[in-house]
């Protein structure tokens, strides 16, 4: 071989090289460009599981771009843990699964960041008896007021607000709490650590028949917060403190023998509106229907079975000229449920399939609440992003779909489920059901992507 191929082939093999580390630097670069590139901010505050559960984070993407997202993990105090933040690109369209209690035994507060808006958060927790509920990661807001509502069903059950701060600023939290019949009974305000969490018990305000409902607020600072409820030490209800609505939907009550039901309204306007109810069974037919003036404030409580019986998985629709919240718990021999109503809004619903325990099924459940029947598009995608199957369905008005779909997922135990309904008034929802033992052990509902 002559010299001069020699050196050629020295210079070539030089570029080959320098080629390749420039392309490594830059991946090196845009890899940590993507982590540094945060703005986009969610949030859960974090109790300890029961009976020896777990919790688990699910983070999905729902842009296709497969976005880098930052976890971090601090305690009741704001303290930051030590193996926090975490750093994780999410698959495009797909999804990912953090353990919490790798990261966090105590209290505290969740966050996740990234540069990408089209990210959700879920934040799930499974007791040991295989019971468990989900709580949307939410977006920390400033000047807005939110209510609970604090009906104890039963009697012995425990009721928390758990308050965090996850942008550092310290804030005050303003409680007011209100009777049954509107009363103001007590106003008390708390001060949030920098980047802490505040579990307050509710019990120690009022007797456990009196209490209706509490406004939440937190002048000049950013949090988020979530009510949750223990009986028997199961979680009963667990839902973020809401925004109130002028209409508002209860996808499912029994009014049966072996059933105790109790429809909570309340007052968040402070204008003592009037509540218009109606009732229908799981045919969409009105079986009953009323008004009830709400006192100024205050609440009304009705049980289904004491106006209509022999309906199981009806439907109530609630509206107001002000505006309200409500909520329905359910007791029978086994157990005490509780269920939010929720206002419809938005074309395009997302969900998660998740599987946490085995012998257990997934029923999609699509409430048709809207004035016309929909035509509605539902589309599967595996935990990897990849799209796996799209179902049309079409729901009639006031009518329910559901479907077993743990068949279109393969037997994987996470995926997710687009829901694309245009102009329809959904209420969309995931049962998981005990196979062997017949019983739901929990219940979701989707999120309003746009």
Request: charged share 20%; hydrophobic share 40%; proline share 5%.
């Amino acid at each position: 071989m002559r010299r001069g191929d020699k050196g050629t082939r020295r210079q070539g093999d030089k570029g080959i090289r320098f080629a390749s580390l420039f392309v490594l630097l830059l991946a090196i670069c845009l890899f940590c460009l993507s982590f540094s590139a945060e703005g986009y901010m969610l949030s859960v505050g974090h109790l300890p599981p029961l009976r020896s559960g777990r919790t688990v984070l699910l983070i999905t993407d729902l842009s296709g771009s497969g976005p880098a997202v930052n976890i971090s993990f601090r305690d009741e105090a704001g303290h930051e843990m030590p193996s926090s933040p975490i750093h994780k690109l999410l698959p495009p369209r797909g999804k990912i699964q953090i353990d919490v209690e790798n990261y966090l035994q105590t209290a505290g507060t969740i966050t996740l960041e990234s540069s990408n808006e089209q990210i959700v958060g879920e934040y799930w927790q499974i007791h040991g008896n295989g019971t468990m509920f989900m709580l949307p990661f939410q977006c920390p807001d400033m000047e807005t007021r939110y209510f609970a509502n604090c009906f104890r069903s039963p009697f012995r059950s425990r009721n928390y607000l758990v308050f965090s701060d996850p942008c550092g600023s310290g804030p005050l939290v303003q409680m007011t709490f209100y009777s049954k019949t509107g009363k103001l009974m007590k106003s008390t305000s708390k001060l949030l650590c920098p980047y802490g969490t505040l579990v307050f018990e509710m019990d120690a305000y009022a007797q456990w028949d009196t209490l209706g409902k509490i406004s939440i607020s937190s002048p000049g600072g950013s949090i988020v917060s979530h009510y949750r409820q223990l009986c028997y030490d199961d979680t009963v209800l667990a839902v973020p403190a809401r925004l109130p609505a002028e209409e508002v939907h209860i996808d499912d009550f029994s009014a049966v023998r072996s059933v105790t039901g109790n429809l909570i309204i309340v007052d968040a306007s402070a204008e003592g509106p009037v509540a218009r109810i109606q009732f229908r069974n799981d045919r969409g037919m009105v079986l009953y229907e009323r008004e009830i003036l709400l006192p100024p404030n205050g609440a009304a409580s009705i049980d289904p079975a004491d106006h209509i019986n022999d309906v199981f998985r009806g439907t109530i629709s609630i509206s107001s000229e002000s505006e309200i919240i409500a909520d329905y718990w359910e007791r029978n021999q086994q157990a005490v449920s509780g269920t939010p109503a929720v206002d419809v809004g938005g074309s395009v619903l997302f969900i998660s399939h998740f599987f946490p325990l085995d012998d257990v099924q997934h029923l999609l459940s699509l409430l048709n609440t809207g004035q016309e029947s929909a035509r509605v598009e539902v589309q599967f995608y595996a935990d990897n992003g990849r799209k796996l199957r799209t179902l049309k369905l079409f729901v009639e008005r006031y009518r329910r779909v559901e479907e077993f779909v743990e068949g279109y997922f393969g037997g994987a135990c996470s995926g997710t489920i687009i829901i694309d309904a245009p102009s329809a008034g959904l209420i969309v929802t995931s049962q998981i059901l005990d196979v062997r033992d017949h019983k739901r052990l929990g219940k979701t509902h989707a999120q309003i992507i746009r």
